[in-house]
């Protein structure tokens, strides 16, 4: 069926489930997921796995890793993925929240939350949109799966990693809901994460010229670091990239001590142009810095950081702290088609744009080379924020969005 004729039919069935939509955003939001303090997904998944079989989603299970997935039935071979993450971070300081962050309540048309903005509201929306398909005789053009997607706070794409790895899934397109402000996302810059250590040889702090001090090497490496920010590439969509050392550590046996080590930590932003490789490049060049002030006697290595928490289920699998930058040209069918589906869906206009946080795109697009898409609720200002929040008619409008875009997809 076509998007046009079939829109009728979903916004009636979506109008007719927004109570039980709100209610299970309500419910999510509830449960506790904060992967960066330690939670894990296992209930929010499980809530999530409830939903869809209450849908009537053609299939819905957990995968190995731990992922939960809502399948819909297509005409054509592959499948199109609909994906949020499940997981949250914590809310840090709770005075500067105006109620209890797992009670979620509704004013003046917004849900306030944890996780209302970032982005069980997304995962809501995708759920009914889902649902909508499997009530309706629609027969989208490939396979719909709705996934719920764990520890994307603290490593995102780590999860798709298995997903598109290990799944026999064959992925024509993937629609990340990160929070879009109702617009169309097609990219986004990505980053690394990486550290420096730098090895000295530890003496007496009385009789420092027996020892090697790698701080005074830290400190040119740092003093270079901060340099690099005039050097990196510029991109006239996605922006610049930018480096930043954010922690450094000390290997030392006492204050009375030269210290034996030390340890520079660096987040590092990538525009198009750069990635992991030229990350590695300029680093070498801080720490040349230092060479050339201290001679030979300094000595470096860089490393690209790993993530490898075992997830609920007790899957293990290692990722590198690389997610690529990723971009997907302006004229590309799915940048035209997911817009159009937005287009016609609201009313109201509708952008294309960049987001300025990183999402799982950078795996299955920056690594899979899955053509990939932004469009989720909310907006990227209230995410990791106190007293986070949703409009709650975006929640249902994206609803319909979701649906047309399984549709036709
Ligand atoms: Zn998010």
């Known amino acids: 069926m076509s998007l046009a004729d079939a829109t009728p039919a979903i916004r009636e069935w979506v109008a007719d489930h927004r109570q039980e939509c709100i209610e299970f955003l309500e419910d999510l939001v509830a449960i506790p997921s904060a992967t960066t303090v330690g939670d894990d997904e296992e209930a929010v998944a499980k809530r999530v796995l409830e939903e869809m079989e209450g849908l009537g989603y053609d299939d819905a299970f957990v995968d190995e890793f731990g992922n939960v997935h809502g399948v819909v039935e297509g005409r054509e071979d592959g499948a199109v993925m609909l994906n949020s993450h499940i997981d949250t971070v914590g809310h840090g300081d709770i005075g500067q929240w105006e109620s209890d962050p797992h009670t979620p309540y509704i004013e003046d048309g917004q849900m306030y939350g944890l996780g209302t903005a970032d982005m069980k509201c997304a995962m809501a929306s995708m759920v009914y949109g889902g649902g909508a398909l499997a009530s309706l005789d629609v027969a989208p053009k490939h396979d719909v799966y709705v996934t719920g997607e764990l520890m994307e706070e603290v490593s995102e794409g780590h999860a798709m990693k298995y997903v598109v790895g290990e799944m026999d899934v064959d992925w024509q397109a993937v629609v990340i809901g990160e929070a879009s402000e109702m617009d ?30 790698p701080l005074y090497h830290a400190s040119n490496v740092l003093e270079r670091i901060e340099e690099l920010n005039e050097e990196t590439e510029d991109h006239d969509f996605l922006g610049k990239g930018t480096v930043a050392a954010t922690n450094v550590e000390v290997d030392t046996p006492s204050n009375n001590a030269v210290p034996a080590g030390a340890t520079i930590y660096v987040d590092r ?16 060049d801080a720490i040349d810095a230092a060479v050339a002030e201290y001679g030979e006697e300094v000595d470096a290595t860089i490393e690209t950081l790993t993530f490898d928490r075992p997830t609920w ?46 999402t799982s795109g950078n795996y299955t697009m920056g690594v ?42």
């Open 184 to 213: 169309v996302k097609r990219g986004h810059r990505g980053r690394c994460e990486l550290r420096i250590d730098l090895e000295g040889s530890s003496c007496h702090a009385s009789a420092p010229e027996r020892g090697v001090n």
């Open 269 to 284: 932003r990538l525009t198009i142009g750069e990635n992991e490789e030229t990350a590695h490049g300029e680093l070498q």
């Open 313 to 358: 289920t007790g899957y293990e699998l290692e990722s590198k702290k690389y997610y690529p930058t990723w971009l997907l040209e302006e004229g590309h069918d799915l940048v035209r088609d997911t817009y159009q589906v937005a287009d016609t869906v609201l009313d109201r206009e509708v952008e294309v744009r960049k987001w300025t946080f990183s």
């Open 368 to 409: 899979a080379g899955i053509p990939t898409i932004g469009f989720g609720p909310s907006r990227e200002e209230w995410a990791h924020a106190a007293n986070e929040r949703v409009d709650v008619e975006d929640v249902v409008r994206a609803c319909d969005v979701y649906a047309g875009l399984g549709l036709e997809l």
